[in-house]
């Protein structure tokens, strides 16, 4: 059983569509990434969420950080195709390497 | 780029084997974690260190060793490969006490 359950796992938009995926669960977090990886490569940490109700924006992706800081979303707006990649979120139960845990990834694909 | 280069890239051996992967950082960080990728599973870590000599058990670590002799170099060691072990390797680095930068990952299959 995953600590993080990320949806949907797959997603094929067209240029231009906005999109949001989610990442939940039961656990409290002390704080909350969001990565992208594209094939054949590691993971690009984005943000780090760390209070309840956050909002960290890069450019067109809006991070939140659920009030509960049990979940966490992604929203793309307009996206392009330099968006398509493996989006992972990975929750912290607290301090230390051994505390964080990974969702199995929301594989995204923008169809010029 | 952080900096971190993973070796080999890609490997295929036997089950039985002895395998060995390497992590070198050129940044000076701190922390040094292994991790494999596999589907359904999402990152699972292996082993971290938190200095010279210093290392820990992750959520995965058996069938696994590692050392650190360097600040720069993590060695992974796989001391009799199985086939459960295939898997995509990555390498991450950090400053504080959670992975912040990964490397292209090894790409390791066990016959």
């Known amino acids: 059983t995953q600590l993080l359950e990320q949806s949907p796992q797959f997603l094929s938009i067209q240029e231009g569509e906005n999109l949001t995926v989610y990442c939940n669960s039961s656990?409290?977090?002390?704080?909350l990434q969001w990565y992208r990886q594209e094939p054949g490569e590691g993971p690009v940490l984005l943000v780090t969420?760390?209070?309840?109700?956050e909002v960290k924006k890069l450019k067109r992706l809006t991070f939140q950080f659920g009030d509960a800081r049990k979940d966490s979303s992604l929203h793309i707006t307009a996206a392009q195709p330099g968006d398509t990649g493996l989006y992972l979120c990975?929750?912290?139960?607290?301090?230390?390497?051994?505390?964080?845990?990974f969702g199995t990834g929301t594989r995204l694909t923008v169809i010029p | 780029d952080a900096g971190i280069t993973q070796s080999p890239r890609h490997k295929v051996t036997e089950t039985g084997t002895p395998v060995t992967l390497r992590c070198h950082q050129t940044?000076?960080?701190?922390?040094m974690y292994w991790y494999r990728q596999d589907p359904g599973h999402g990152l699972r870590l292996i082993h971290y260190?938190?200095?010279?000599?210093?290392?820990d058990k992750g959520e995965v670590s058996d069938g696994y060793s590692v050392s650190r002799s360097k600040t720069e170099d993590f060695l992974l060691t796989l001391e009799s490969a199985t086939s459960s072990q295939t898997s995509v390797y990555f390498c991450?680095?950090?400053?504080?006490?959670?992975?912040?930068?990964f490397g292209d990952g090894t790409r390791l299959s066990i016959l």
């Open positions: 990975a929750g912290a139960l607290g301090t230390g390497a051994n505390n964080l845990f």
């Open positions: 656990s409290v977090f002390s704080s």
């Open positions: 969420v760390v209070t309840g109700g």
């Open positions: 940044e000076n960080h701190r922390y």
């Open positions: 260190s938190y200095g010279v000599k210093d290392t």
């Open positions: 991450a680095t950090g400053t504080g006490g959670q992975p912040q930068h």
